[in-house]
């Protein structure tokens, strides 16, 4: 049972154009929802994230978007850079529970110079 | 500062064998986490302690795996038996509070049971 989704396993963007990450998800306990980027051979490492009490959070050139409605929420990124090549996971985790992460599956972006 | 060390880096091991993954933690941070991510799939929760205590194992999929931590330090995941379905990049993350956004994680170990 996949809490959450990313259902896209890839997305390719020109560089200077937005790239839009796009997540689902199932438990309406989640309250906490994090982005990671993971670059081959290593460890994910944190970007950005939005509390349920917000439905917008930006940080330089990376803004998370959070639809509770839609249980929804998305990362856009503008300009996307060749840098910004790597995996994203979509994170959440529930109500009470502040550090046990549920992970999507990821997205492969991939930014053409 | 040194980031969060993990070893081996690749494991590869007969249906059967015990297996150790060592995870060393960044200095100084309380809380370590233990991951997997299975081909294909996300990262799924196994396990964190805080300190040398382990207060949620609930997602160790099975009672052949278990961890230690010891002086609130380096932490090992032991899988004993192993299957192929344990075949899995596991990854340990630690955080210097119990709070998910602070989560650093290591490289991971790549582990394959033939």
């Known amino acids: 049972d996949q809490q959450v989704k990313q259902n896209s396993p890839s997305l390719s963007v020109q560089e200077g154009r937005i790239s839009i990450l796009n997540c689902d998800y199932t438990n309406s306990m989640f309250d906490y929802f994090l982005w990671y980027k993971k670059y081959p051979a290593e460890g994910p490492t944190f970007l950005i994230s939005?509390?349920?009490?917000?439905d917008k959070n930006e940080d330089g050139r990376f803004t998370v978007f959070l639809n509770k409605s839609a249980k929804h929420l998305s990362l856009h990124i503008v300009p996307s850079q060749p840098g910004d090549s790597a995996v994203y996971f979509c994170?959440?985790?529930?109500?009470?529970?502040?550090?046990?992460?549920?992970f999507g599956k990821g997205t492969l972006l991939t930014v053409n110079p | 500062g040194a980031g969060v060390s993990q070893s081996p880096s690749n494991k590869v091991t007969e249906k059967g064998k015990d297996v150790e993954l060592r995870c060393d933690p960044i200095s100084g941070h309380t809380a370590l986490y233990w991951y997997r991510q299975s081909l294909g799939q996300g990262l799924e929760f196994l396990i964190y302690f805080q300190g040398n205590s382990a207060p949620d194992k609930s997602g160790l999929p099975s009672d052949r795996f278990s961890a230690e931590r010891t002086g609130g330090s380096v932490s090992t995941l032991t899988i004993q038996r192993t299957q192929q379905e344990d075949s899995a990049v596991y990854l340990c993350?630690?955080?210097?509070?119990?709070?998910?956004?602070?989560?650093?994680f290591g490289p991971g170990t790549r582990l394959t049971v033939t």
């Open positions: 939005i509390s349920s009490i917000k």
């Open positions: 994170a959440a985790n529930p109500r009470g529970s502040n550090y046990k992460l549920t």
């Open positions: 993350a630690s955080s210097p509070r119990l709070v998910s956004y602070e989560q650093y």
